[in-house]
Nanobody, 126 residues
Framework: QVQLAESGGGLVQAGGSLRLSCAPS????????MGWFRQAPGKEREFVAG????????RYADSVKGRFTISRDNAKNTVYLQMNSLKPEDTAVYYC???????????????????WGRGTQVTVSS
């Protein structure tokens, strides 16, 4: 089993920045995908960004392209989500997720991911 722990959420003004981190613990996989999802109040959970660990290939939701960047640190086994130019509509609980069979392009479907963190709150004020 794998445990995921998100951190870095908080309250920021519109136009500001935050960097989220996610550090898996427990079972180790040779090839996997890390993804970020978010869920705003009253809305369904949606895909934000994903990264294929072995190649660094990334995928982004259209709503965050050009503003958010997903990256990984192999030595620390940590994935990051750098969020710039934040908007009030980015307000949500952000979840880290892991697809253990990850030798493919990152999926935007939450059903593809096997492990989930408990989420970290991001609030953007206007």
């Amino acid at each position: 089993q794998v445990q995921l722990a998100e951190s870095g959420g908080g309250l920021v003004q519109a136009g500001g920045s935050l960097r989220l981190s996610c550090a898996p613990s427990g079972r180790t996989f040779s090839s996997y995908i890390m993804g970020w999802f978010r869920q705003a109040p009253g809305k369904e959970r949606e895909f934000v960004a994903g990264i294929r660990w072995t190649t660094g290939s990334t995928r982004y939701a259209d709503s965050v392209k050009g503003r958010f960047t997903i990256s990984r640190d192999n030595a620390k086994n940590t994935v990051y989500l750098q969020m710039n130019s934040l908007k009030p509509e980015d307000t949500a609980v952000y979840y880290c997720a892991l697809d253990r069979i990850g030798n493919h392009y990152p999926s935007d479907s939450e059903d593809e991911y096997d492990y989930w963190g408990r989420g970290t709150q991001v609030t953007v004020s206007s």
